[in-house]
Nanobody, 124 residues
Framework: QVQLVESGGGLVQAGGSLRLSCAASGRTFSSYAMGWFRQAPGKEREFVAAISWSDGSVLYVDSVKGRFTISRDNAKNTVYLQMNSLKPEDTAVYYC?????????????????WGQGTQVTVSS
């Protein structure tokens, strides 16, 4: 069982930066791939980024490549999402999720555990 709590969301102007954190409880955190997803009002939840549990391999949606960086600290049971050069279209509720099944995935069905989400609002 893994419990996830996101933090770090807020209001920022376009071009600004935020760093999201996701704190995990559970002794097996280091064996889970971790992902970030987002959901804007009226839209489906979409994949943003994921990171493997072991070799640090990462996966990003094209729209955030070069702007967002996912990382993890297994000693602190925490995964991060550094978001730079934010755009109004990045506005959404951001969720972290844990995947016990294998390599980083963009598919929501791979993820067994989800946080409650943190709001990110980017003003133009």
């Amino acid at each position: 069982q893994v419990q996830l709590v996101e933090s770090g969301g807020g209001l920022v102007q376009a071009g600004g930066s935020l760093r999201l954190s996701c704190a995990a409880s559970g002794r097996t955190f280091s064996s889970y791939a971790m992902g970030w997803f987002r959901q804007a009002p009226g839209k489906e939840r979409e994949f943003v980024a994921a990171i493997s549990w072991s070799d640090g391999s990462v996966l990003y949606v094209d729209s955030v490549k070069g702007r967002f960086t996912i990382s993890r600290d297994n000693a602190k049971n925490t995964v991060y999402l550094q978001m730079n050069s934010l755009k109004p279209e990045d506005t959404a509720v951001y969720y972290c999720a844990a995947d016990p099944h294998g390599p980083p995935s963009s598919w929501t069905g791979e993820y067994d555990y989800w946080g409650q989400g943190t709001q990110v609002t980017v003003s133009s």
